[in-house]
């Protein structure tokens, strides 16, 4: 079978009709997000405590982008099983991208608290890199876990398509990161209201309701490109090779799929 057999048939969802209308996304998203409401809780709940207690947040990322990959894209999800399952596949890669992430993300935050209070010319140049860096690095991280989980690529090599998809996708960039900004001020400015009870509708909103919804929202803006830059052009080149798992991937029906690409400069060797 091609690709090394990485498909998974375990999981079949309902699919979307190949000539069916299409919604606009900001539908969509809230179609989904309120059809998975429950789901969506539990799983931001138990990934919001492991980026508490594991400081390299990579496992629990890719647990949660594996869930709302799947729902953004039609496909049924088991929610907690499967968040935990694919930690459970991905986790050396996650891990290690975990890692790296929170120790350049420290660096580039001590740098931008030392530059902000420089006043000459070198600390406001530092400080605009510092936080052109941080915007860039966090378009990175919104197709980091979808690689990870989608393709079986060397990190490296993961890491430098996440480069490029950081400006080639950049309005859908922008819409994720304006997206966070809205919702972390919703909770911040609930916590200027004097009641408790708003302090608690803003935790309840940080830790179970905001990470799936800007999760799902993710996924349904960044898959598209992937699709068109990485997954298109290999069945351009290998246009007879598995017609069935092509479907399975959700090219033409939505359905699920765990990692599925091979690095085809990789030895033969290394494909199960």
Known sequence: MGFGGFFSYDKPGPGIKKDGPKKKTF??????????????????????LLTVLLVPSGLAAAGITNVTRNLARDKHSFGLSDF????????????????????????NAFAIYFYWFGDDMLSIIGFGFSVALFILLRFIKYHLWLLIITFKLPLKKIYK?????????????????LTEILLLAICVALFFIPYPI????SLLLA??????????????LIFPKVKELMID???????????EL???????????????????HLETDDKK
């Open 27 to 48: 539908f969509v998203l809230f179609e989904i997000w309120w059809r998975n409401l429950w789901k969506l809780c539990l799983v931001s709940m138990v990934y919001s």
């Open 84 to 107: 935990f399952e694919t930690i459970k596949k991905n986790w050396k890669q996650s891990l290690v991208a975990g890692i790296i992430n929170t120790v350049i993300d420290i660096i």
């Open 161 to 177: 398509n996440c480069f490029l998809f950081a400006f080639v996708n950049w309005k859908a960039n922008l819409i994720i990161g």
């Open 198 to 201: 708003a302090w608690v509708v």
């Open 207 to 220: 830790i179970m309701v905001f990470p799936g919804f800007t999760q799902l929202l993710t996924q349904l």
């Open 233 to 243: 052009p290999y069945y351009e080149e290998h246009p007879e090779e598995d017609k």
């Open 246 to 264: 092509r479907v399975n991937l959700g090219l033409d029906v939505e359905v699920e799929t765990d990692s599925v690409f091979e690095d085809k």
